[in-house]
């Protein structure tokens, strides 16, 4: 479970979070996928102030390359590639493999699916691949259903963090079931980051509030009219929920409580 | 004298003259140095140090990859 330094009452205070020994500022990871164009792309990852980007490992094309993914982003981000695709355990840890090579990280997010269309995870095929990659001496952070019982199982191999769905990956529906998300962050070992579905930035400050340690989002900036404003959109979000958090929010009640003093009412 | 060799690369067989892992990046113009870049030979890695030594044989399946955007 992620300890939060000490807060002050401003909220300036560092509040780092660490996964596998490694420290981040910023709890919100982005994705590098369906920008308008590549300097919209840098313009959000800027704005977003996230330290920890997705890419994918793909085959070369014949026609050539643009600029590279690497020379564009090295040095402003920590890369996390993904297994984005895979629908077996052996297509994942080849990938993974790829991708440790390709940038020189041994960080990596596995996703092992099973439906093309719905890109929901095959839980049977990633359980097998986070622990194959584990034992290969990855950070793995593996993407997955909302359930309490996959998210340990992740755990128990080894994972870094969880990172279970809030919905369909770009679907942008938010979190479809919040109580689960509770759940999962109050059980979790390992960190909680938020995979999958996010809409807009109210969806990224519940996540927080719920208890995850980080959000990881994509379409939801990429897609959005004004991605780079977006970005920073979710830059506070994230940080309002986290904030709110860790305040202790009052619980939620049926009946009225009010907030104005009871007596001395002008009339009574 | 050339040596024909079908290999799978990236899926697709093809006849090729290539005779080691480099001689195949140069063929297709990829330059060597290129960052993000990586290959399999038969779901094992090849390390970039041993690209030029790594030789390519019939029936070999080899993918070359890069780093591109991703969520």
């Known amino acids: 479970m992620n300890k939060p330094e000490t807060i002050k009452a401003d909220g300036t205070e560092a509040d780092l979070l660490m996964i596998a020994g490694r420290s981040f500022h910023s709890r919100l990871f982005l994705g590098t996928a369906g920008y308008p164009n590549r300097q919209m792309m840098l313009d959000a990852v800027a704005a977003s102030g996230t330290e920890m980007a997705t890419a994918s490992i793909r085959r070369i094309s014949l026609a050539g390359e643009d600029e590279s993914m690497v020379d564009l982003l090295a040095g402003r981000v920590h890369f996390l590639p993904n297994t984005a695709g895979c629908q077996t355990a052996k297509d994942a840890v080849l990938t993974a493999e790829l991708a440790r090579e390709a940038l020189d990280t041994n960080w990596v997010k596995v996703e092992v699916i099973g439906d093309r269309e719905l890109l929901y995870p095959n839980v049977e095929e990633l359980l097998i691949a986070t622990e194959e990659l584990v034992n290969n001496g990855f950070v793995v952070l593996p993407y997955c259903n909302d359930d309490p019982v996959t998210c340990q199982k992740l755990a128990d191999v080894g994972a870094a963090a969880v990172m279970p769905l809030g919905s369909l990956i770009g679907s942008g529906l938010g979190i479809a079931n919040p109580h689960l998300i509770e759940l999962i962050c109050q059980r979790s070992p390992v960190p909680v980051v938020l995979d999958a579905g996010i809409g807009t930035a109210s969806d990224a400050a519940l996540a927080m509030e719920l208890g995850c340690s980080a959000v990881l989002l994509n379409t939801a900036v990429s897609k959005a009219n004004d991605p780079v404003r977006m970005a920073a959109a979710f830059k506070h979000a994230v940080a309002a929920g986290r904030l709110a958090r860790l305040s202790g929010r009052i619980p939620k009640r049926q009946n009225a409580e009010p907030s104005s003093p009871q007596f001395g009412l002008v009339g009574s | ?71």
């Open chain 2, 1 to 71: 004298m050339t040596v024909m060799t079908t290999i799978r690369i990236n899926g697709v067989s093809e006849d090729l003259t290539a005779t080691t892992v480099t001689d195949l990046l140069t063929q297709r113009g990829v330059a060597l140095d290129g960052k993000g870049l990586a290959v399999a030979l038969n779901g094992h890695i090849v390390r970039r140090q041993s690209w030029t030594e790594t030789p390519l044989r019939a029936g070999d399946d080899i993918e070359i990859v890069t780093v591109r955007q991703g969520g």
